[in-house]
């Protein structure tokens, strides 16, 4: 008889996980795809956007993906509606394009089999973060049957390019939702990146609210639900967290500043980039930029001192147009720390009035502030309005 409600019992919490996680990912790709004036991008934006979906919802994909192995017909009727509509979607391509109209009946059932194979294999060996990388591969699979290789592979790049840049704005967003309760099969691992990474949020959040002297342990733990033993086995103090609250933001700032660089070629070109991706970062992300401030220098020294390193690499970036305009030699030796001092005074001033969401849009201008002591007024303008459109005085 146990085994019996122990079944049951587990059949709806897997009914319950489904339609928790299927109803937001259907909303999320129908979003997708209306954003796209052409069939094939809609597909491929779709599907990106699913995969990012499911990368950051790793915790409810994998205790699915665990639990269907075991499922009934009940449990599994929310994700065949979903797939239906999906392979609708996807059998629209045949309308549009007239020599896909010969393809075999199983066509979609088949690639939305395949996908669905290939993403779940994924998420069990815990690299559903890996997911949204294979996003332009998957699409013009899905792609090439309807519309040819050439033209899936276009659309795919297309989507896939719309898609990151969403994702730079989006992409620093803090889930604060714990992982599933009770049995999950997800890794012990997993589980204490999990708390820690809500405990660093909880902190980061307060301190934008209030201030680290008003804030307590008491109030992280809550607002992390977590108890304040896992909060303890993570960090001694209060101290601890702080640092290592600041390390996490600035080592995710670094990384997305110096792969923003690598995608660039020319001086200019990236330094735009790096602007741009560190605009986006505060802009998802506003309550990050208080662990910048005094108040937590002053708490932790040591933050002090690795904010100061912080300049030094973003200052040693903009010290290359020295090498680039010869004019630009003989600047004063504390122009790149001063540039840097300005944009983040504008930074701090725009969130803390709570106007983060429009800092994407001072790109050009901030832009045009920082190159101008090395290429002039009008040819930093150039630069500026030029940024991401294949063209710079300095590629």
């Known amino acids: 008889m146990y085994e019996v409600i122990q079944q049951s019992d587990e059949g709806t919490d897997l009914r319950q996980r489904c339609e928790q996680m299927v109803d937001p990912l259907a909303a999320v790709l129908a979003e997708a795809a209306e954003a796209e004036a052409e069939w094939p991008e809609g597909v491929a934006g779709a599907l990106a956007a699913g995969l990012d979906f499911i990368a950051a919802e790793e915790g409810s994909a994998h205790a699915i993906a665990a639990e269907l192995p075991r499922a009934g017909e009940a449990e599994l009727a929310h994700c065949r509606v979903a797939i239906a509509r999906l392979a609708t979607a996807l059998a629209a391509g045949r309308e549009r394009y007239p020599k896909s109209q010969g393809l075999p009946a199983a066509t979609e059932r088949l690639l939305l089999g395949g996908l669905l194979a290939t993403v779940l294999e994924r998420v069990l060996a815990g690299e559903a973060a890996r997911l ?68 660093l949020a909880a902190l980061t959040e307060l301190l934008a609210e209030s201030s680290y002297a008003e804030g307590s342990i008491a109030e992280i733990v809550a607002r992390a639900r977590v108890s304040g033993y896992t909060y303890s086995k993570h960090f001694e103090n209060r101290g601890a967290c702080l640092l290592a609250a600041y390390d996490d933001v600035e080592s995710r700032l670094w990384q997305r500043a110096a792969d923003a660089a690598a995608a660039e070629a020319g001086w200019a070109p990236q330094v735009a980039a790096v602007l741009d991706a560190v605009l986006a970062f505060f ?31 973003l200052a040693s970036l903009l010290r290359l147009g020295r090498a680039s305009v010869p004019s630009a030699a003989d600047l004063p030796e504390a122009t790149e720390a001063t540039l840097i001092d300005n944009v983040s005074t504008i930074l701090f001033a725009y969130v803390l009035h709570g106007e983060s969401a429009r800092l994407p849009v001072l790109a050009p201008e901030l832009t045009e502030l920082l190159l101008t002591p090395y290429l002039g007024v009008s040819e930093a303008k150039r630069a500026a309005t030029s940024s991401g459109e294949g063209e710079s005085p300095l590629d």
């Open 283 to 313: 802009a998802a992300e506003p309550a990050a930029i208080c662990l910048f401030d005094r108040e937590p220098q002053m708490a932790e020294p040591q933050i002090a001192t690795r904010r100061r390193e912080l300049t030094l690499r």
């Open 132 to 199: 949204p990388g294979l996003a332009p591969e998957l699409a013009a699979a899905l792609l090439a049957p309807y519309v040819g290789p050439a033209r899936a592979h276009r659309a795919a790049g297309r989507a896939g390019k719309r898609q990151r840049q969403r994702r730079l704005v989006r992409g620093n967003e803090v889930d604060q939702r714990p992982l599933p309760s009770g049995r999950h099969g997800i890794p012990a691992g997993r589980v204490v990146e999990d708390q820690r990474r809500r405990i």
